[in-house]
């Protein structure tokens, strides 16, 4: 079945930086567009990033722009946000995640907390 395993969140001082993976299993993912959401407490979900099947195009949320970069690795089966500059606002629940057989879906998520 499709699975989605992220890692890498954790508490980080503001201006620091984490790298979070997502390891993809149970489907094909070399050819599926990947996303990481984030939700904050008491806020909506919503889209940090995205990536296309080869990697080529990527979008980014505003308040994200020149901090965050998202990558994959087809190979591996796995995609990254790295994450520089973290501010305050940036703490939340980040989710990778996969529109698949029409149906997004999503892994458990991993906690990111920026604070001094």
């Known amino acids: 079945q499709v699975q989605l395993m992220e890692s890498g969140g954790g508490l980080v001082e503001p201006g620091g930086s984490l790298r979070l993976s997502c390891a993809a299993s149970g489907f094909a993912f070399r050819t599926y567009t990947m996303s990481w959401y984030r939700q904050a407490p008491g806020k909506e979900r919503e889209l940090v990033a995205n990536?296309?099947?080869?990697?080529?195009?990527?979008n980014y949320a505003d308040s994200v722009m020149g901090r965050f970069t998202i990558s994959r690795d087809n190979a591996r089966n796995t995609v990254y946000l790295q994450m520089n500059s973290l501010k305050p606002d940036d703490t939340g629940l980040y989710y990778c995640?996969?529109?698949?057989?029409?149906?997004?879906?999503w892994g458990q998520g991993t906690q990111v907390t920026v604070s001094s």
């Open positions: 990536i296309t099947y080869f990697g080529d195009t990527s």
């Open positions: 995640s996969a529109n698949i057989f029409s149906r997004r879906r």
